[in-house]
């Protein structure tokens, strides 16, 4: 008992000499070193069949750091369990629960990262790894009741954060898929279209030669201008007018 009682009292103690790491298995580090021991271990009403007032920290089954010392144990999941499906890793580097990405010095710091694409399904390259995470998550006014102070992101597609500039010329089937023209995370204007396969006009020889801006000319609707890209004519009649006797006579009407 002389470990860490002294003659006085029992509950006198000399608290510089309780290992607490040996003695609990749960090393005082970090933030947890500057509280008071009944933050924990709160004291209760009345005392147990063996005299105590000072309350254990409870057994819990499934603590979502696998073992002793769960982090869930005492604090709450302010990502309301995004980070604990099977899709996102289990185990990074031996650190399992809130430890994969968090210590104990504050849950605001990442001292090993944040590997978004493992743990948002989301790989932030390009233009989308220079912003910052306030960008698409947004800081909220009020926390919310698990303690989050960030908002969701609206979602993983283009159009989810990105205004459609083609006035919803691409939807198919309800959605728009930026990424088959824009596969390139750099910038819009990376474009990979291919007008033979991609369109039911085929470039020829002399067609290729065209500006693209000579057929796909810009339009104005609802007090916004966009290019339109489809539907567009396709016969020849169409741009370039039927001769009759040697002559243009769409040319001859304008």
């Known amino acids: 008992c002389a470990t860490c009682h002294v003659a006085t009292a029992w509950r ?10 040996g003695w609990t298995g749960f090393g005082l580090d970090g933030a ?3 509280i008071e021991c009944t933050d924990c ?3 209760t009403e009345a005392p147990d069949g063996f005299g105590r007032r000072f309350g254990r920290i409870p057994e819990q089954e499934g603590a979502g750091a696998g073992g002793p010392g769960a982090c869930d144990r ?5 990502h309301e369990g995004i980070f604990s499906g099977p899709a996102v890793p289990r185990d990074v580097d031996g650190r399992m629960g809130c430890r994969r990405c968090h ?3 504050s849950f605001r710091s990442l001292p090993y990262g944040f590997e978004h694409g493992d743990f948002a399904g989301f790989e932030l390259s390009g233009k989308h790894a220079q912003l910052d995470c306030v960008a698409c998550h947004e800081s909220l006014e009020t926390v919310t009741r ?11 597609a283009c159009a989810d954060c990105h205004a459609d500039p083609h006035r919803g010329q691409f939807v198919r089937f309800g959605k728009i898929d930026c990424q088959r023209c824009h596969r390139s995370q750099t910038s819009f204007a990376t474009v990979s279209f291919r007008h033979n396969l991609d369109s039911r006009f085929h470039l020829g020889e002399q067609h290729k030669k065209v500006a693209c801006g000579l057929c796909h000319k810009p339009e104005s609707k609802d007090g916004v201008t966009f290019v339109r890209y489809k539907p567009l004519p396709t016969r020849c ?3 370039h007018g039927r001769e009759e006797g040697g002559v243009n006579l769409r040319r001859r009407r304008r």
């Open 237 to 239: 009649v169409d741009c």
């Open 12 to 21: 006198d103690l000399d608290h510089e000499r309780f290992d607490h790491t």
């Open 103 to 105: 210590d104990t010095a």
């Open 41 to 43: 271990h709160a004291r």
């Open 146 to 156: 698990s303690g989050r102070t960030w908002g969701r992101a609206r979602g993983t």
């Open 32 to 34: 947890h070193g500057q």
């Open 74 to 78: 005492c604090h709450g999941d302010p």
